[in-house]
Each structure stands twice: as structure tokens, then as C-alpha cells.
């Protein structure tokens, strides 16, 4: 057994909520011991010495859609690897809003054996809740969960049949099975490009109010506490949706929330001439819910922070902004997007990675996002000061649709470990 020690290394624990120097011994694809500055002697390991840059868990990514089947023009399980690994992505949460629809076993199937053979990051699939996602008779839950689904979602199509809604929640319920909703009330959002208010008026573009938000949030919030069902909200975007959400909590409901790296640190101004790369699903909101939303993040409030990695052709976004497709690309900017946070001193690494990293495993029931022993060697050392400009035709993804193409960026992945082996090196 080749024992590996990573030495010299700022280690950034979210568990623990600490920033210090260390080392970290790593044997049969685990964590064997965690050392401060003192290492004792360990015989015959492989050392790696990272330098005093950044070592933390490897991120996990909830909802990031991989285009197999039916569109792997615009992502496959190959190119989204090659993309998770070097952005530091050591598992990848895959959404079921494929063609077809992931719903039945055979399909789960099907992807789970492509995901094995394409790449060495780990790739855990969610499953539809509504056959064909089409929000009107729900999946075979149950059969799904036993072949491998870890949650179950309509991804961004809302289920608008509250009883068909209630009853998918309450079979979850009975099976523990963890649902994952889109909250915006989706007759107001219908073909809304961006987010009321001045800009959307001046830009003539079709806008829907952040209300839908809080709309949709109260009706599922409502649904969570009828059913008892566990519930995870995919993105909560809006300052008006967050006191619903810790209300909730606070009453026992066993839900949490996450938010995309695009809503955290970009804003609805930033669509300026009409750019489609700008065009996310909800829309970029307002510089005043973009602070609310890290503030969120840094009180615990919202929990996760994911990529929403939605891979488009060009075709799909060379178009009038009403017309685009919805959706970007960010398994490979996730981190250095994320560390803007940390630069402003908004939040600190441990908290981050407490969002990237602890609370979705925590969420999904994995033994990841943590550096002790017995966790598994899922890591990614990185320079969270290492600058750039992102040119968006070195990603990896197939599909090059970033918003922060051509922007100053901070934060160089320098290697990426999943169970102690190492998948990526700069």
C-alpha cells in the first residue's frame, strides 16, 4: 500500500471552521491522519510538498448537467471530468434534464455506466420526479433510488399540480429520498428573460418580479411542512425569499438552499449590451439581493453554493437575448469565482468551503467535504491569490458559454485528488 503525504500545506478545514498549516497522510484512498507544522516520521511515503499553498476538500457540485444522452455535442462525461478536475471538482451531482429525461432505471443506467468509463471524478446522478419531467405522474421513486439516483428533481421545470406535488413529496418522505425544487411561481416567470425593474424597462426585455421567488418558495415551504418531507431548494436568488427560508428552519422543516456562483457575484447590470452569456435561469438579479445573497452565505443561512454548470452551443446563445438558451458553463470558474468572496473579505476560506465543500455532503449523506481521518482523499490544493485573465477557449467543457470570459480572475487549482489519486496536475 503506497502511502502519499502531503506536506507543507495551509489546510482549510470546514468542519472544524480553521486556516493553519499542516499535513495530511493519505493511504487506500484515505485520510489516515491529519498533522500539524510537527509531522512525525511515517515510513516510505510518497511526499508531495504543496509549497504553503491552499489544501481543502474537493468541491462538490450539486446540479450540473452533463448533456449524455442527447446533446453530447454540447457536454459529455469525458469533457465535463476533464472540466470538474481542473477546477477542482472532485464530485459532480448530474441533473436529470437530459434527452431523454433521466426517470426510468434503464436511462440511470445507461448514464451511470458512461460516467464510470469517461472519468476518475466521482459522478453521482439525480433522477427525474415527474416522468418526463413534465410535473404531471411521478417516477418510480423508489426503483430509481435503488439503482443508484441520490436525489430527485424536475431540475428547472416547476411541478405545478400541487397534489402531484404533494404526493412525490410524501412517497419521498416514506423512502427518505431527498427532493430538490425550483422555487419561482412559474406562470409569472413564463419566458421572462431578467428581473423587473428600471434596467429591464430601459432594455425592453421581457422581466418577471422577484416576488416569483418568494411565491414559489412559500407554496413548496408550505407542501415541505404538510408532507415532512427532506427538501432542498436549488437556488434561492432574492433578499424578499430569505426571511421564508429561515422561518422555515427555525420551525424544524428539514430544508436547506443553495445558490449559484453566477447569483453571488454577478448582477443583473451585467447584461448590458443585450449579452447572452449573461442569461441564467432565474435571472440575474440586483446588486442589493446579490449582497443579501453572500451575507447569507456567510451567516449559514443559505447553504450550499453550487456551478449550475449548463452547458450551451453557440448556436443557442448567438441569439436575440429574449431567444437564447438559458444557462453557463462554471465547473472550471466555480473556485476563482467564488474566492471574489474571499478577497472582498466577505466570507472566509473555511466558510466557503463550507458551502462548496461540507454542506453538500452533509446534504447528499456523503462521507466527503471533510480533512479527517476516515474521510475519503478527495482533495485540491490550490493558489487562492494566483491571477488571470479567463479566456474561454482554454476550458475543457465542449461548450465555452462563460459570463467571465475575459475577466480578472484570482485562484489557481494546482492539483486535484480523488480517493488519493491524483487526476490533476498544473
Known amino acids: 500500500m503506497t502511502k502519499k503525504l502531503l506536506t507543507n500545506a495551509r489546510l482549510i478545514d470546514p468542519e472544524n471552521g480553521t486556516d493553519s498549516l499542516g499535513a495530511i497522510l493519505i493511504a487506500d484512498g484515505m485520510i489516515e491522519a491529519v498533522y500539524d507544522v510537527a509531522v512525525p516520521d511515517v515510513s516510505g511515503p510518497e511526499v508531495v510538498d504543496c509549497r504553503g499553498k491552499c489544501l481543502a476538500p474537493g468541491i462538490v457540485d450539486i446540479g450540473v448537467k452533463v448533456s449524455e444522452?442527447?446533446?453530447?455535442?454540447?457536454?459529455?462525461?469525458?469533457?465535463?471530468?476533464?472540466?470538474?478536475?481542473?477546477?477542482?471538482?472532485?464530485?459532480?451531482?448530474?441533473r436529470p434534464d437530459t434527452l431523454p429525461a433521466i426517470d426510468t432505471p434503464e436511462v440511470l443506467e445507461f448514464v451511470r455506466r458512461r460516467a464510470n468509463e469517461a472519468t476518475d471524478v466521482r459522478i453521482?446522478?439525480?433522477?427525474?420526479?415527474?416522468?418526463?419531467?413534465?410535473?404531471?405522474?411521478?417516477?418510480?421513486?423508489?426503483?430509481?433510488?435503488?439503482?443508484?439516483?441520490?436525489?430527485?428533481?424536475?431540475?428547472?421545470?416547476?411541478?405545478?399540480?400541487?397534489?402531484?406535488?404533494?404526493r412525490a413529496l410524501t412517497y419521498a418522505?416514506?423512502?427518505?429520498?431527498?427532493?430538490?425544487?425550483?422555487?419561482?411561481?412559474?406562470?409569472?416567470?413564463?419566458?421572462?428573460?431578467?428581473?423587473?425593474?428600471?434596467?429591464?424597462?430601459?432594455?425592453?426585455l421581457p422581466s418577471v418580479s422577484s416576488m416569483a421567488e418568494r411565491i414559489g418558495?412559500?407554496?413548496?415551504?408550505?407542501?415541505?411542512?404538510?408532507?415532512?418531507?427532506?427538501?432542498?431548494?436549488?437556488?434561492?436568488?432574492?433578499?424578499?425569499?430569505?426571511?421564508?427560508?429561515?422561518?422555515?428552519k427555525a420551525n424544524g422543516l428539514d430544508i436547506t438552499?443553495?445558490?449559484?456562483?453566477?447569483?453571488?457575484?454577478?448582477?443583473?447590470?451585467?447584461?448590458?449590451?443585450?449579452?447572452?452569456?449573461?442569461?441564467?435561469?432565474?435571472?440575474?438579479?440586483s446588486e442589493d439581493d446579490r449582497i443579501a445573497m453572500v451575507e447569507a452565505i456567510a451567516d449559514g443561512t443559505l447553504d450550499i453554493i453550487s456551478s449550475m454548470h449548463t452547458p450551451q452551443d453557440e448556436e443557442s446563445k448567438r441569439l436575440p437575448f429574449e431567444q437564447a438558451a438559458s444557462g453557463a458553463v462554471a465547473l472550471e470558474t466555480l473556485l476563482p469565482a467564488a474566492l471574489r468572496l474571499v478577497h472582498s473579505e466577505q466570507v472566509d476560506l473555511p466558510t466557503l468551503f463550507r458551502a462548496l465543500s461540507l454542506n453538500p455532503?452533509?446534504?447528499?449523506?456523503?462521507?466527503?467535504?471533510?480533512?479527517?481521518?476516515?474521510?475519503?482523499?478527495?482533495?485540491?490544493?490550490?493558489?487562492?491569490?494566483?491571477?488571470?485573465?479567463?479566456?474561454?477557449?482554454?476550458?475543457?467543457?465542449?461548450?465555452?458559454?462563460?459570463?467571465?470570459?475575459?475577466?480578472?480572475?484570482?485562484?489557481?487549482?494546482?492539483?486535484?485528488?480523488?480517493?488519493?489519486t491524483r487526476i490533476y496536475e498544473r
Not at 478536475?85 to 464530485?91: D, E, I, P, Q, W
Not at 456562483?261 to 447584461?271: A, F, K, M, P, S
Open 257 to 285: 438552499a443553495g445558490i449559484s456562483i453566477h447569483h453571488l457575484t454577478l448582477n443583473e447590470l451585467d447584461v448590458a449590451d443585450y449579452r447572452t452569456f449573461f442569461k441564467v435561469k432565474p435571472p440575474l438579479r
Open 124 to 166: 453521482i446522478p439525480m433522477a427525474a420526479l415527474t416522468k418526463g419531467r413534465d410535473g404531471g405522474e411521478m417516477t418510480e421513486i423508489g426503483f430509481l433510488q435503488d439503482a443508484g439516483a441520490i436525489a430527485f428533481t424536475d431540475c428547472d421545470r416547476v411541478v405545478e399540480n400541487t397534489k402531484v406535488f404533494s
Open 173 to 204: 418522505r416514506s423512502l427518505d429520498a431527498l427532493v430538490i425544487g425550483h422555487v419561482q411561481e412559474p406562470i409569472l416567470s413564463k419566458d421572462a428573460a431578467v428581473t423587473s425593474g428600471k434596467f429591464a424597462s430601459l432594455r425592453g
Open 217 to 248: 418558495l412559500d407554496r413548496d415551504i408550505a407542501l415541505v411542512e404538510m408532507t415532512g418531507a427532506k427538501y432542498h431548494v436549488d437556488q434561492i436568488t432574492t433578499a424578499r425569499a430569505l426571511p421564508a427560508l429561515k422561518r422555515a
Open 361 to 420: 455532503s452533509k446534504r447528499l449523506g456523503l462521507d466527503t467535504g471533510r480533512l479527517t481521518a476516515d474521510a475519503p482523499a478527495d482533495l485540491i490544493l490550490f493558489d487562492d491569490g494566483a491571477p488571470f485573465v479567463m479566456d474561454r477557449t482554454t476550458l475543457k467543457s465542449k461548450s465555452k458559454n462563460t459570463p467571465f470570459d475575459g475577466q480578472r480572475m484570482q485562484g489557481k487549482v494546482l492539483g486535484t485528488w480523488v480517493a488519493g
Open 69 to 94: 444522452p442527447g446533446e453530447r455535442h454540447k457536454e459529455s462525461f469525458k469533457s465535463a471530468g476533464l472540466a470538474a478536475a481542473t477546477g477542482g471538482v472532485t464530485t459532480i451531482v448530474t
